[in-house]
């Protein structure tokens, strides 16, 4: 069994899948937070200022 | 006497005029002063030195410690409404919170892609345009109520009171030009001690940097002697050498064309002699008796045609905002027409009119190609000549100039003809700038404009067919015009889009050169002059009918908004291209036709509106949020409105409109208590405002590291997707979602010497 195999870690791969898995637990919870939470965004009109509109004189 | 070989000159170009190529002035000067015996001409550009210095990482962030210490979001009441004058101290520490992160990060890499092959690629151009109009914000928050923007410079001083500007010139709180010229600018000067500083004043947004330069040069330097000239100052000059104090920053001013006066000014100093016999010199008699200011009459004019090929060296060219610099070049001084009853620029560039011939404009344009390398170039005039129309082409085409260039024109159906205005595109023509002004003939009729709609749409016509983008200049509320004209104007740009590109819209402003304003009763107008305002240039004023000054700001936005609808380089984002002068052209210049760019706009807009996020799209990893606790929104919208945009100094005349303060304090709401998400995302450059539910969403997408990756989630949760998937299509249509990796540039800046650019190039 060289150093490499992963089957010579297998202590550091369990924690790896369970973490993969909290992780998706975790966003599937966010993820269904979200569903009914309350989703806006708002964007100011970006509207040229009248003063810098006559852009070629300045 | 001293050999005017040892007698330094430097002329220097204040802050602020825009970034994206060097003005032309002062190589006029510095040639001609080489020319004619003082080798040691030095020029320099201030206005893009503090650009680049300001758009810094270091700069930007002095600039969030000092908002951080001026006005910290923290210092407004969190449980009131936020009144008037709060609002515009809060939008600038609720954006320099959430964007002076990012912004730090990665300001270096916005001006490397306007400045390269990058600026081909609309994906990278318009982030790193918008980086530094944030930029800029992010530095202007930190000398609040001051505005630097890439087409001003205002303070909270008016630029029509001497007292006022005076004391501008000298508040270190609010002037960021004084620590600048301080430690940047002052020291070089020091250390070549010019005996002659010249400053090009064009515009008014320079005349506060411009004095401030003088007066800390005249500290520094008492045996250097510090004049002025330029546009603006042919205006105003005069009743600036007679303000009280104004010799503390300057010793003369020149009026009109710089060239002799500064040639003679500097052989007088150089002799030790009088400089009473200079014309077109206003100059400050110190004498034991005290100050005086003495007006020695106008000069006369050079013969243009002998004047030297201007002199650009010494101007930062890698430092333009631009891929390539466009150099401005001068065919002629003066308006050959000279009659449209609103326009006092060929007044205040000097007496006459005069031009150079097609075999001189072309022997200059080569040499300027051959030594700067530069293939692209501004004609400046106030309208080509018809003669010069044939003439000019027809030499550039005999000596395979290969330049493109643009310039502006007046309308002229026998000179734009089918065949004129093929020749113009052979020679190099991208983009000719007429005057259209109205679509109304009454109108036209008073404004002496000499033109018919049939023969604007005849030359605009004639001008696209052969490839040539057309802009309009545009006018709204010149005395008497009423709304409904104003909506005939708009509808006649409408229904003519194409073959009009682009149209450059302004409010009617009445100055002391003007016959509106020495014959008001003519235009059915009462002239009304402020109190105190002893630099005053432009006038308010009362319309007996038409269109009042208020309504027509408010057609001005009407009109704006109408552009944003069927021109598409005003559509959405795409605007950027229209705002930075060349920038447009030089997407022409590459090989771009006007249909083709026009298209990519539409393009642009389209995916943005009308778009779906795929699967794969993402939040951007360096978005930065912060919490606020009032509408980041309702405030932007309140300090957009016209009552609001008349407390800033007016764009133009740098005015404060009497009264508009208190007006807009009693008549606009306060903000009321709401609490709110800013978010800012530097790979699209957008500020939005989010529900604390939406910042949630997207934190969960970068978790999640695609969209797909989160609806599925929520499927697996066994949630509905459908108010996910609307949400993400918002996100999407305002610029928080991206598709594919993040954009990077390979550095390659350009030389001088270097050709046209390679969009391909460009790496994604």
């Known amino acids: 069994m060289s150093p490499n195999d992963p089957d010579a870690q297998p202590d550091k791969k369990k924690p790896g899948e369970e973490e993969v898995e909290a992780s998706e637990k975790k966003l599937e919870d966010i993820a269904l937070e979200l569903a009914n939470r309350k989703l806006e965004i708002r964007k100011v009109d970006e509207r040229i200022a009248p003063s810098e509109t006559n852009v070629f004189d300045k | 006497m001293i050999d005017t070989a040892q007698f330094p000159i430097t002329l220097i170009f204040p802050p602020q005029g825009h970034f994206t190529q060097p003005y032309l002035a002062l190589p006029c000067i510095s040639a001609y002063l080489k020319a004619n015996g003082f080798p040691d001409v030095e020029l320099i550009d201030a206005s893009i030195d503090s650009y680049d210095h300001f758009l810094t990482g ?145 515009y008014g947004s320079q005349l506060i940097p411009a004095l401030t330069l003088g007066r800390m040069i005249k500290e520094a330097l008492p045996n250097c002697h510090v004049t002025a000239g330029g546009g603006f100052l042919a205006y105003i000059g005069k009743k600036l050498m007679v303000a009280p104090g104004m010799d503390a920053c300057l010793d003369s001013m020149i009026f009109h064309e710089g060239e002799k006066p500064t040639l003679e000014l500097s052989q007088a100093l150089c002799a030790g002699t009088s400089l009473e016999n200079i014309g077109g010199l206003m100059w400050f008699s110190r004498t034991a008796e005290g100050v005086s200011a003495v007006n020695n009459g106008l000069a006369h004019p050079i013969r243009l045609d002998e004047a030297p090929c201007p002199d650009f060296e010494g101007l930062p060219m890698e430092k333009y905002f631009s891929p390539e610099v466009v150099i401005p070049y001068d065919i002629n001084r003066g308006c050959y027409y000279g009659e449209c009853s609103f326009c006092t620029l060929p007044t205040v560039i000097g007496p006459g009119y005069r031009t150079r011939s097609a075999e001189t404009i072309v022997d200059h344009t080569i040499e300027l190609r051959d030594r700067l390398g530069a293939t692209n170039i501004n004609y400046i005039t106030d309208c080509m000549p018809p003669g010069m129309i044939n003439d000019l082409p027809e030499e ?161 936005d009407e009109m704006m908004q109408g552009f944003r609808e069927f021109l598409p380089i005003f559509r959405g984002d795409t605007i950027l291209y229209f705002m930075q002068k060349s920038h447009y052209f ?104 989010l529900t604390t539910g939406a910042r949630a969403f997207l934190e969960a997408l970068q978790q999640a590291g695609s969209l797909g990756g989160l609806l599925d989630a929520a499927g697996r949760a066994g949630a509905d997707t459908t108010a996910l998937e609307a949400f993400a299509r918002e996100l999407h249509q305002s610029g928080l979602l991206h598709e594919g990796t993040p954009h990077t540039i390979t550095p390659a800046r350009r030389s001088p010497a270097e050709s046209s650019p390679r969009p391909e190039e460009v790496t994604t």
Request: charged residues 30%; negative net charge.
């Open chain 2, 586 to 689: 030089l997407h022409l210049a590459s090989g771009k036709t006007p249909d083709e760019f026009a298209q990519l706009c539409v393009d642009r807009a389209a995916a943005r509106e009308e778009g779906t996020p795929s699967r794969e799209a993402r939040a951007s990893d360096g978005l930065s949020f912060v919490e606020l606790s009032h509408s980041y929104t309702e405030t932007c919208e309140r300090l957009g409105s016209p009552l609001a945009r008349a407390v800033r100094p007016d764009f133009l005349t740098g005015r404060f409109v009497e009264g508009a303060l208190e007006r807009a304090e009693s008549e606009l709401d306060g903000v009321a208590p709401a609490e709110c998400v800013l978010a800012y995302d530097p790979e699209s450059g957008e500020f939005c405002e």
């Open chain 2, 58 to 202: 270091e700069q930007l962030e002095r600039a969030r410690a000092r908002v951080l210490d001026r006005t910290p979001l923290s210092g407004f009441d969190a449980e009131g409404a936020l009144g008037f004058r709060d609002l515009d101290g809060f939008r600038a520490a609720a954006e320099s919170a959430a964007s002076a992160g990012p912004l730090i990060d990665r300001i270096e890499e916005a001006k490397e892609v306007v400045r390269s092959k990058a600026f081909y690629d609309p994906d990278l151009y318009i982030p790193a345009a918008r980086s530094i109009y944030h930029g800029l914000r992010l530095f202007s928050s930190a000398w609040h109520p001051t505005r630097l923007t890439p087409h001003n410079f205002t303070m909270g001083y008016a630029n029509d009171r001497s007292d006022e500007v005076l004391a501008a010139v000298r508040d270190e709180e609010q002037n960021p030009f004084i620590s600048y010229f301080r430690e940047e600018l002052l020291p070089k000067l020091v250390a070549r001690k010019p005996r002659v500083v010249g400053m090009s004043v064009i």
């Open chain 2, 396 to 556: 550039l085409i005999r000596r395979e100039a290969g330049m493109k260039w643009w310039c502006d024109a007046r309308v002229e159906p026998k000179a734009y003809t089918k065949a004129g205005a093929e020749r113009l595109y052979r020679s190099g023509c991208r983009k000719l700038l007429f005057g259209f002004e109205s679509a109304t003939p009454r109108i036209l009729k008073l404004m002496k404009k000499g033109q018919s709609l049939s023969s604007v749409q005849e030359v605009a016509n004639n001008c696209s067919d052969a490839g040539i983008s057309v802009t309009f200049y545009a006018m709204v509320g010149f005395p008497t015009e009423t709304r409904e004209e104003a909506r005939e104007s708009l509808k006649f740009l409408r229904e003519n889009s194409p073959p009009v590109r682009e149209v450059s819209l302004q409010t009617f402003h009445i100055d002391e050169v003007a016959q509106t304003y020495h014959e008001p009763e003519k235009f059915g107008i009462e002239i009304l002059d402020g109190e105190g305002t002893d630099l005053q240039l432009y006038h308010d004023y009362v319309a007996e009918e038409g269109m009042s000054q208020t309504e027509a700001a408010e057609m001005f």
